[in-house]
């Protein structure tokens, strides 16, 4: 059965960014008096936002400066300037939704400029212009409102649409709004995907033979 839409997460689904940005968090904030590694805080707040992560940390005694959340965008914003890796069958899958006409937008709690950065260079930011959605604009996941809105403008029957998330935050999301939901799990986080109800892939090509066949 053809789809009536597909949504995607952008870290961690489209483009492998999470693993770099986790780096420069850890870096940080490490050096602001709470040791922690990538893997600690990409357990903990993968899918979620800068402000969680920085309210967190301090509670638990970094000394972060005024103006830290911007200060690590500066610095994320330049290491995935540096080029990023697009998930093996992403663009395959990519590809063949196009080929059956089907609606694909992107749904992120990062911002636009991150994921202009990140998808520009694989041709996805172009190929997906007008349908890439952010917290900037729209309430962060596991609120729905950016799945509800693709919803919106498609047409689209939440029983025969799609979100693929690598985060529990954003598997919350498309539970919430009622659409098939896929956990894309790369870093070992299936359970806490399967936890919250999605069907836990650990491919690109796993997910477009759920949706496709």
């Given amino acids: 059965m053809i789809p009536?839409?597909?949504?995607?997460?952008?870290?961690?689904?489209?483009?492998?960014?999470?693993?770099?940005?986790?780096?420069?968090?850890?870096?940080?904030?490490?050096?602001?008096?709470?040791?922690?590694?990538?893997?600690?805080?990409?357990?903990?707040?993968?899918g979620g936002t800068t402000p969680i992560m920085r309210d967190e940390a301090m509670r638990r005694g970094a000394k972060l400066p005024a103006g830290w959340v911007e200060d690590m965008n500066t610095?994320?914003?330049?290491?995935?300037a540096q080029g990023v890796a697009v998930f093996e069958g992403v663009l395959d899958l990519i590809t063949a939704l196009e080929g059956a006409s089907v609606p694909i937008y992107v749904a992120s709690n990062g911002t636009m400029k991150r994921m202009g950065l990140?998808?520009?260079?694989?041709?996805?930011?172009d190929r997906l212009n007008g349908c890439i959605l952010s917290r900037e604009t729209y309430a962060a996941k596991p609120d729905p409102a950016m799945i509800l809105h693709a919803i919106a403008q498609t047409g689209a029957d939440p029983e025969k649409s799609y979100m693929i998330d690598d985060s529990v935050p954003g598997c919350?999301?498309?539970i919430n709004a009622g659409v098939n939901t896929i956990g894309f799990a790369t870093e070992g986080q299936d359970a806490h995907l399967a936890e919250v109800g999605a069907t836990v892939v650990n491919s690109m090509a796993a997910a477009q033979r759920l949706i496709l066949g």
Avoid: N, Y
């Fill in 4 to 46: 009536d839409l597909v949504v995607f997460d952008c870290d961690g689904v489209l483009v492998d960014t999470e693993g770099p940005m986790f780096e420069v968090f850890a870096k940080s904030i490490t050096a602001h008096g709470l040791p922690v590694t990538p893997h600690q805080l990409a357990s903990e707040f993968t």
């Fill in 75 to 80: 610095l994320i914003h330049a290491r995935i």
């Fill in 118 to 125: 990140s998808l520009g260079p694989s041709g996805l930011w």
């Fill in 172 to 174: 919350q999301a498309g």
